[in-house]
């Protein structure tokens, strides 16, 4: 991919996903220290979220394609745009770097280095929030790369931005970002115990995106545009 080897691109995905999550768990922390405010929380939460995604895409994206997520590896691997063996070590790479995220935050703030979170998130409603977070995300990343490619930073950071308000679970949207928030017993953690049902949930989400995506976005023919007008012999 772009002339880097595997090493380093696995490299590219864990530094990206453990800085993505110190992001996350970091900013969270912050928030909740700084204000009793729960909205105010969210927002400081949210804000540095977006720009971090914008900065990392850019920077690591030439390297790895910046997945940053297990849904997204899966979604390349199935449009053949990544083989699958490549895939499984994305992903290892990927929980691997956002436990280390964890850590680093819990250490910048003082905290214990892993600590079980007891925030329950839950829920039919939870599920399909996560399900529509994590299709509108592939459909963010798909179209971006069809018709703007330069833009996807922007893209993919102004989208999970707009998650993190719009949808009941505040847009997780990726299962090694869940996985590592699981870790953290702070404003932006999840029990252990309700993973499963968000992980599922983020999968099928990404996958009926690709789905869906793959056909909308599908070149037509030439000789089809042409019975329907839509290109001049």
Same mark, same amino acid.
């Given at each position: ?26 900013? %969270?922390?912050? *928030?909740?220290? /700084?204000?009793?405010?729960?909205? &105010?929380?969210?927002?400081?939460? +949210?804000?540095? !979220? =977006? @720009? ?48 280390? %995220?964890?850590? *680093?935050?819990? /250490?910048?703030?003082?905290?214990? &280095?892993?600590?079980?979170?007891? +925030?329950?998130? !839950? =829920? @039919? ?109």
């Amino acid at each position: 991919m772009n002339g880097f080897d595997l090493p380093r691109r696995l490299t590219a995905e864990a530094l990206g996903t453990g800085l993505l999550v110190a992001t996350v768990v970091g900013s %969270g922390i912050m *928030a909740d220290r /700084l204000t009793d405010d729960t909205a &105010l929380a969210l927002l400081g939460n +949210t804000l540095p !979220t =977006g @720009a971090i995604l914008v900065v990392l895409i850019t920077i690591l994206g030439p390297i790895s394609g910046a997945h940053f997520n297990p849904a997204v590896s899966l979604v390349f691997a199935m449009k053949r745009d990544i083989d699958w063996n490549a895939a499984l070590l994305y992903i290892i790479a990927q929980i691997v770097g956002g436990v280390a %995220g964890t850590v *680093a935050a819990h /250490l910048m703030f003082g905290l214990p &280095l892993i600590e079980a979170s007891l +925030t329950a998130r !839950t =829920g @039919a409603a939870q599920w399909f929030a996560e399900a529509v977070a994590a299709f509108g995300l592939v459909a963010t990343i798909l179209a971006g790369i069809r018709f703007s490619s330069s833009s996807v930073p922007w893209l993919v950071g102004l989208y999970i931005t707009a998650a993190y308000w719009f949808t009941a679970s505040t847009s997780f949207a990726n299962p090694a970002v869940a996985i590592a928030r699981s870790l953290t017993n702070t404003f932006s953690g999840i029990r252990p115990i309700d993973l499963p049902g968000f992980i599922v949930a983020e999968i099928l989400g990404a996958i009926v995106g690709c789905l869906l995506m793959t056909w909308l976005l599908r070149k037509q023919p030439e000789a089809e545009a042409r019975r329907s007008g839509k290109v001049r012999a």
